[in-house]
């Protein structure tokens, strides 16, 4: 299992939103799990070790596959995976320094057995006065990701009542 921790953009503008992202890679038929992992497994679990005054956002966690044993349905990643994070750095950062944004992780790897693993990660990124360039190497990546992310339909009315023994959902914009 590979777990790198990449960033979006090559530096950090004071004030400025960027975002991180954890990249599981797992062995082939290997698989780890996600927010709800389902009837059994573990959840990824991330947690940040930033400079004071930087605030992190919550994990943006990108549509599951399901996963079907005997008896059991369970949710998670197969293959590749990227877990984003959005991070406000601090108006008062100075330009010409460096941020080390660090990473503790651990996750619960299965296939047939499980194996729990853990990595301490971390990169390092300059602070500059202009607009950061995106990481062109991870750019396509962070973009497939999002467009996998779980859509919330605020303008949405939605509604669902039971009628004997059937389960009614309305749905309209």
């Keep these: 299992?590979?777990?790198?921790?990449?960033?979006?953009?090559?530096?950090?503008?004071?004030?400025?939103?960027?975002?991180?992202?954890?990249?599981?890679?797992?062995?082939?038929?290997?698989?780890?799990?996600?927010?709800?992992?389902?009837?059994?497994?573990?959840?990824?679990?991330?947690?940040?070790?930033?400079?004071?005054?930087?605030?992190?956002g919550d994990i943006q966690w990108p549509y599951p596959q399901r996963f079907e044993l005997p008896e059991l349905v369970n949710f998670g990643y197969e293959g590749e995976v990227f877990l984003i994070t959005e991070i406000v750095a601090p108006k008062t950062l100075a330009s010409g320094s460096r941020v080390k944004v660090a990473t503790s992780v651990d996750w619960l790897a299965c296939k047939e057995g499980c194996i729990p693993g853990h990595a301490d990660l971390r990169i390092e990124l300059p602070v500059k006065a202009e607009h950061p360039k995106i990481n062109k190497r991870w750019a396509n990546h962070f973009k497939k990701t999002r467009m996998n992310l779980p859509k919330i339909p605020s303008d949405w009315k939605i509604n669902a009542f039971m009628n004997e023994d059937k389960i009614f959902i309305e749905m309209s914009p």
């Excluded at 975002?19 to 947690?47: E, F, Q």
């Design 1 to 56: 299992m590979k777990a790198p921790l990449i960033s979006e953009v090559l530096s950090i503008k004071p004030g400025q939103t960027f975002c991180v992202a954890l990249r599981l890679v797992m062995d082939k038929h290997w698989h780890t799990y996600w927010k709800n992992p389902g009837d059994s497994g573990l959840p990824t679990k991330i947690k940040r070790d930033l400079p004071d005054g930087f605030v992190p």
